[in-house]
């Protein structure tokens, strides 16, 4: 592994071509036979078992383990990454909710001979990671040893019809380093070699790493023709708009020519929506935003509060696209707010998954609600093509050693962290593996807006 890193670090200070000729020579390395990677463990899977969800801590179950070199196969690349990120998948994962994620890899698992590889009693998690081809396996044709990669983390098989207008839709679409195994926190990682895409060269390792998953997914969501197909002058409403899907839905709605209104949770968070460029924020916390009475009831006089709030920001205009994801504790206001004929579009439920709304207001004012999740390779290219062009920038706010992936895991779970939380893998310091120092400087300010928050 030494090796490897020492000619990944001997093209510090170059330019993209010179990086990629010394980079080549990773084609003559040998394959290190086992790697640092975290993991949660099959034998932990009912540590947490009667505790409330927010006292499940990820920093007991996610532990650091020497991972064997999985063999590679067909249409399979090996990649070295120098760096990750934490989403919130890997939260669930270490938690063990809403399911044990045993149960997936033992699924796909029985999928094929290919795929049996991953039921393991340890599952190496991570769906981000930025680093270097090391080896591809049999007909991989479009990237090779040495290339500088991101890599997105949509798996699919594709031999199923359904799957071929849209990847999302083919029956064994998956989630790599969630619903499978040898995933992006660690120091090398088996991905489909469709997955992978070229890293920004104006960002650092870890900076390139950050936005994949939740970028990716903003845009499916808000861009895409399979999501709410945001045009130019739409009201977007955003929850969480600091966080690490709405840091990038925030970011695409004003590239976008449309009207963020960000909801937050406190003054910090406020602020940087305001830094991204968006002048409409609200704090729910400031502002006592409660849409529940108690557990079953919900308290119709707050949404028209909170649909009062939203207007009063707009001069008067409705939100043409409800970007949703906390669920079950927002849902309601979600559908309420939107406005006639406007998308409530969802992928997550983070604060619960039964939803409840009053459908009068849905259907009496032609709304519509679209599930969307993560993107396909063309949705997830085009979102990593605005990150190169540096019109979207990643949301860092801080990065840990791989070692450390449970601490950060925690601080997303206690909703403790800004932006994205970075993992340094085989990076050994931040601020490595930029290649275009003038695109960088153009955009200094914008890249390190979450920095050091
Ligand atoms: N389907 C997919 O492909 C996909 C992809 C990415 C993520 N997800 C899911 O989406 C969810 C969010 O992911 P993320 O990466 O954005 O997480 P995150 O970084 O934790 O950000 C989520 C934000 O949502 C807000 N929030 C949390 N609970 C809330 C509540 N009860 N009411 C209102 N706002 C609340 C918080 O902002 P404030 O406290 O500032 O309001 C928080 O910053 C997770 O459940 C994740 O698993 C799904």
Redesign the pocket.
Known sequence: MQEILNIILSTEGTDAGAACSILAALADVDVPPTYRGMVVRAQDAAMFDGLASRDKDPRKSLQLMDIPTPPLGPGEALIVVMASAV???T??TSIFEPVSTFKFLKKYARSSDLARKHDLPYHVVGSDAAGVVLRTGPGVTKWRPGDQVVAHCLSVELEDATGHDDTMLDPEQR?WGFETNFGGLAEMAIVKSNQLMPKPAHLTWEEAAAPG??NS?AYRQLVSHHGAQMKQGDTVLI?????????YATQLTLNGGATPVC????PE?AELCRRMGATLVID??AEGFRFWKDENTQDSDEWRRFGERVRELTGGEDPDIVFE??????FGASVYVAKRGGTIVT?????GYLHQYDNRYLWMNLKRIIG????NYREAWEANRLISRGAIHPTLSKTYALEHTGQAAYE?HR?A????VGVLCLAPTEGLGVRDEALRAKHLDAINTFRGR
Not at 239 to 247: H, N, R
């Open positions: 989403n919130y998948n939260v669930w989630i998953l939740v997914t929850w969480g708009a600091s966080g690490g899907l709405g840091s909801v937050v949770s406190s968070k729910r916390n994801h906390p669920g079950r504790e927002t992928c997550a439920s983070t604060s969307s999740h993560f993107a997303v909703n962290h800004q932006g994205k």
